[in-house]
């Protein structure tokens, strides 16, 4: 056993030189030629455990996010011949219960929709000058706007393929991947002003440069991302995750939101992995009562929650609160914590939403050169039965004065 051990390390000490080469700019035709036999030993696990241990000595995630097409090329006929056995075996990625079945659904109508936007620019670009494309154009748009949906199926691997991949320490490989995904949006996004811009006959440069420059490459993007998906991705997952892992993989590939935790009746705990502490288990996620606790004082916004019988059940005790609470008030009936002009109002609330009428009340007012949004909001057991009402107040006043855009690449240190 520790022959195959030392032999495996020795194999990915090689490995991780190839690609230390193929970074320095060695040729990939060269690598092949040199190391043929050695690359048909390597598999989908292989590789990412090699990207992820030559990214944990230090090579940036964008470093092997630029060269990853040249790691793919230089390893491909060895995942064709691996994944074409996979495949033989079990079907349409199916082994024991463990499908991707949804996610190579999309693939196939991805793939399919590259096809035909490919022909429909090439038909484009040979059209001659002065040669009506408005339909072609139209065509065009149609089929673009299905393929922008790949983002939800990027999506999808994100956040439920990706942090699985994560509990196991392979996060170098996702990140790669998800910086690809980053590249194709952006891509895409030019590619519909494109559009836009030749639908408007707008003056730019001639839609067939527009085409070689931009549209084509992006679409190979999106083809070789499916290839990642299917010979890299894909069988990694299925070397990787558990049958209990699948079940819940699978639950959520149908309904992101579904609960990888099972309802319990009452006030359910758990012990949250590592830290040997009781918590308690939501919908989504275990929290302990401090960090919940933690959780709601760190909200930028108050919180008071009143219970069926209308009495004040809760209320968060952030750095600034915009209207004065004490702990006397836990117990409260919530008609008496307001001045009695106001009293006919708040019942007029409550019985709208325990009757069902309403859901939400708005409100907003400038408290001493504050703007404050206030509101009220029904709250519901999963049958629909009123189980009390959330008040949420929040300072709007920097908000309102917010333009353009900020994204988390403008941050600054």
């Given at each position: 056993?520790?022959?195959?051990?030392?032999?495996?390390?020795?194999?990915?000490?090689?490995?991780?030189?190839?690609?230390?080469?193929?970074?320095?700019?060695?040729?990939?035709?060269?690598?092949?030629?040199?190391?043929?036999?050695?690359?048909?030993?390597?598999?989908?696990?292989?590789?990412?455990?090699?990207?992820?241990?030559?990214?944990?000595?230090?090579?940036?995630?964008?470093?092997?996010?630029?060269?990853?097409?040249?790691?793919?090329?230089?390893?491909?006929?060895?995942?064709?011949?691996?994944?074409?056995?996979?495949?033989?075996?079990?079907?349409?990625?199916?082994?024991?219960?463990?499908?991707?079945?949804?996610?190579?659904?999309?693939?196939?109508?991805?793939?399919?929709?590259?096809?035909?936007?490919?022909?429909?620019?090439?038909?484009?670009?040979?059209?001659?000058?002065?040669?009506?494309?408005?339909?072609?154009?139209?065509e065009w748009d149609a089929k673009h706007q299905?393929?922008?949906?790949?983002?939800?199926?990027?999506?999808?691997?994100?956040?439920?393929?990706?942090?699985?991949?994560?509990?196991?320490?392979?996060?170098?490989?996702?990140?790669?991947?998800?910086?690809?995904?980053?590249?194709?949006?952006?891509?895409?996004?030019?590619?519909?002003?494109?559009?836009?811009?030749?639908?408007?006959?707008?003056?730019?440069?001639?839609?067939?440069?527009?085409?070689?420059?931009?549209?084509?490459?992006?679409?190979?993007?999106?083809?070789?991302?499916?290839y990642k998906e299917e010979n890299i991705l894909?069988?990694?997952?299925?070397?990787?995750?558990?049958?209990?892992?699948?079940?819940?993989?699978?639950?959520?590939?149908?309904?992101?939101?579904?609960?990888?935790?099972?309802?319990?009746?009452?006030?359910?705990?758990?012990?949250?992995?590592?830290?040997?502490?009781?918590?308690?288990?939501?919908?989504?996620?275990?929290?302990?009562?401090?960090?919940?606790?933690?959780?709601?004082?760190?909200?930028?916004?108050?919180?008071?929650?009143?219970?069926?019988?209308?009495?004040?059940?809760?209320?968060?005790?952030?750095?600034?609160?915009?209207?004065?609470?004490?702990?006397?008030?836990?117990?409260?009936?919530?008609?008496?914590?307001?001045?009695?002009?106001?009293?006919?109002?708040?019942?007029?609330?409550?019985?709208?939403?325990?009757?069902?009428?309403?859901?939400?009340?708005?409100?907003?007012?400038?408290?001493?050169?504050?703007?404050?949004y206030i509101r009220y909001f029904a709250v519901?057991?999963?049958?629909?039965?009123?189980?009390?009402?959330?008040?949420?107040?929040?300072?709007?006043?920097?908000?309102?004065?917010?333009?353009?855009?900020?994204?988390?690449?403008?941050?600054?240190?």
């Amino acid at each position: 056993m520790s022959e195959l051990i030392d032999n495996r390390k020795h194999r990915q000490e090689i490995l991780k030189g190839i690609i230390r080469d193929l970074h320095a700019g060695v040729d990939p035709e060269d690598v092949k030629d040199r190391f043929g036999e050695l690359l048909d030993q390597v598999g989908a696990a292989e590789i990412a455990e090699i990207e992820q241990s030559l990214i944990n000595e230090g090579l940036p995630v964008e470093e092997v996010q630029k060269l990853c097409d040249v790691h793919v090329a230089v390893f491909k006929e060895s995942l064709d011949k691996q994944f074409a056995a996979v495949d033989a075996k079990a079907g349409q990625m199916k082994v024991a219960g463990r499908t991707l079945d949804p996610l190579k659904e999309e693939n196939e109508v991805i793939t399919q929709l590259v096809k035909d936007i490919q022909a429909i620019v090439a038909s484009i670009s040979d059209a001659k000058d002065g040669t009506n494309i408005d339909g072609l154009l139209a065509e065009w748009d149609a089929k673009h706007q299905q393929l922008l949906t790949v983002d939800q199926h990027y999506s999808k691997k994100e956040n439920i393929l990706f942090p699985y991949l994560e509990r196991y320490g392979i996060s170098g490989p996702s990140s790669v991947m998800w910086g690809t995904h980053d590249e194709i949006r952006a891509s895409l996004k030019d590619v519909s002003q494109v559009i836009e811009n030749a639908k408007e006959k707008v003056a730019s440069r001639t839609l067939a440069v527009e085409i070689g420059n931009l549209v084509l490459p992006v679409l190979n993007d999106v083809s070789e991302m499916v290839y990642k998906e299917e010979n890299i991705l894909f069988p990694l997952c299925l070397e990787t995750f558990t049958e209990d892992e699948w079940k819940e993989i699978t639950a959520q590939l149908k309904d992101p939101m579904a609960t990888q935790y099972k309802k319990k009746d009452g006030l359910a705990t758990a012990a949250i992995s590592g830290l040997g502490l009781a918590g308690i288990d939501l919908d989504i996620g275990v929290l302990t009562p401090e960090q919940i606790n933690l959780v709601l004082t760190h909200l930028p916004i108050d919180i008071t929650f009143v219970d069926e019988k209308d009495e004040v059940a809760y209320f968060s005790l952030g750095k600034e609160r915009f209207f004065e609470r004490t702990r006397a008030v836990i117990g409260r009936k919530v008609q008496f914590c307001h001045p009695p002009s106001s009293m006919g109002v708040v019942e007029r609330i409550l019985e709208d939403f325990k009757s069902g009428r309403k859901d939400t009340a708005d409100f907003w007012i400038n408290m001493k050169g504050t703007m404050l949004y206030i509101r009220y909001f029904a709250v519901r057991d999963q049958d629909g039965k009123y189980r009390g009402t959330l008040e949420v107040t929040q300072n709007i006043t920097e908000i309102q004065k917010l333009t353009g855009e900020k994204r988390i690449y403008d941050y600054e240190d």
